[in-house]
Nanobody, 123 residues
Framework: QLQLVESGGGLVQPGGSLRLSCAAS????????IGWFRQAPGKEREGVSC????????YYADSVKGRFTISRDNAKNTVYLQMNSLKPEDTAVYYC????????????????WGQGTQVTVSS
């Protein structure tokens, strides 16, 4: 069974950092373009970041550019989202997703979703 499992969420003060992990089971992440989405209460879901399966090229939403970094460790079959300089507006449930068909982040449409991990930025 194909599964994505996120971890690393929690409560952090503004200006702090968290690293989210996305571990895959039942398939090899290296064969997929991986994206992170987030959804805050009462807001639309937002694409946060993506990393291509082809050349490792990345995409970041303007709201997180310069603060978040996506990376993948193929040996561990895991993708990470390093989040620095966190702001209260980053508070949301963060979802890891995977798309087999996408070679690059352009046109990304997830086939698989994780269960999500809560990130709360508050003093």
């Amino acid at each position: 069974q194909l599964q994505l499992v996120e971890s690393g969420g929690g409560l952090v003060q503004p200006g702090g950092s968290l690293r989210l992990s996305c571990a895959a089971s039942g398939f090899t992440l290296d064969d997929y373009t991986i994206g992170w989405f987030r959804q805050a209460p009462g807001k639309e879901r937002e694409g946060v970041s993506c990393i291509s399966r082809t050349d490792g090229s990345t995409y970041y939403a303007d709201s997180v550019k310069g603060r978040f970094t996506i990376s993948r460790d193929n040996a561990k079959n895991t993708v990470y989202l390093q989040m620095n300089s966190l702001k209260p507006e980053d508070t949301a449930v963060y979802y890891c997703t995977a798309d087999r068909a996408a070679f690059y982040c352009s046109g990304y449409e997830p086939d698989y979703w994780g269960q999500g991990t809560q990130v709360t930025v508050s003093s």
